[in-house]
């Protein structure tokens, strides 16, 4: 047997020098394919990815710095949504499958011999191996197979996140999809369009990393359409709906590509920063602050951080703050305080669209009061 192929310096020193941003005692905190879709959405952020892909739990982080934000579900829901995933799955996948034959429309009777793969291994990267060689597999069977939880690997900003989408399905031809299970409701056949539009993303990533695995795989061919699984109406049992998601996975994957790579980030950063949430306020603050952020408030929903990059962003009078569609039509004026004194006459050339409009703005808002206080 060949030995295992050595680690290429490069690769050490980043490594070391990510443990070292963590901290000396904090173990990484993996990313998972909601994070990725976050972090594609806020491309410009080097302060998420640097944070992501060294493992920095920034839920801890936030908490220490005096500007914790509560995410994640509530074990309530959390054991819900296990329990309706057990039921989906249960029986080897046989209700699963059949709700695939049906969303998908395959003729026939759904499947009753569908191998499902061990995909049992050590870490991450064995898992993600195994996966890669069930995939291989199951495709070359040309029968019906289902990967229960299997561990794909997509590399982000030069750094491997290890993702692991609820299921996959191998169909006899070859095709691979993805197959996402929520616990929220289908009602009359629609679902809540923000969540569904987040289950997209998510799913665009998987399909993201599924899709190096199909390029050395002959005969393989990952499906843009996925199957998503809720509760029907109000009750525990399941209905699915298929969803496109070629839109979500070009945007993902362009915003991916334009992320900056962590080793280029870390590498600006001072000697001896660290995000050890063992650290001081003080020093965690000045740590944070040494990486640029790229607020907008959208990153309330997604990020752990955000309340502090919040207040931050609204005590440097920033306008991005005010969210990204106002920071594109103030175009060179960059804070609150430079878009007043602009409005006012004070501070710009007149001549500049975007100075003639925040003039022709305050004129209509002076007349309108002045209007008001004389109907008085």
Known sequence: MSPPPREEPQAVTLRRRLAELRGPAVAPRPLDARALAALAANPGCKRRALLDGAGVDKGALAAALGSPAAFGQSQFAFMRGNAFEARVKADGGTELMRLLHQAF????EPPGDVSAPD????????????????LREATASGGWALLDHPMLALEVAGSPAYLEPDAVVVHPDGTWTVVEIKSFPLIDGSADAAKVGAAARQSAVYVLALERVAEVTEGAEVGHRVLLVCPKDFSNLPAASVVDVRKQRAVTRRQLTRLTRIEDIAAALPEGTTFDPECSPEELDTAVESVTAAYAPE???ACELAFHCRARARAAGAVEALGRSVRGELGGLTTVTGVLAAAAGK???????TVAALLRAAALRAEALEGSTACR
């Open 299 to 301: 990153c309330l929903a």
């Open 347 to 353: 501070e710009g050339d007149p001549a500049d669209p």
């Open 119 to 134: 995909l049992t291994a050590a870490g991450p990267e064995g898992r993600a191996a195994r996966t890669a060689l069930a």
């Open 105 to 108: 429309g395959v003729p026939g």
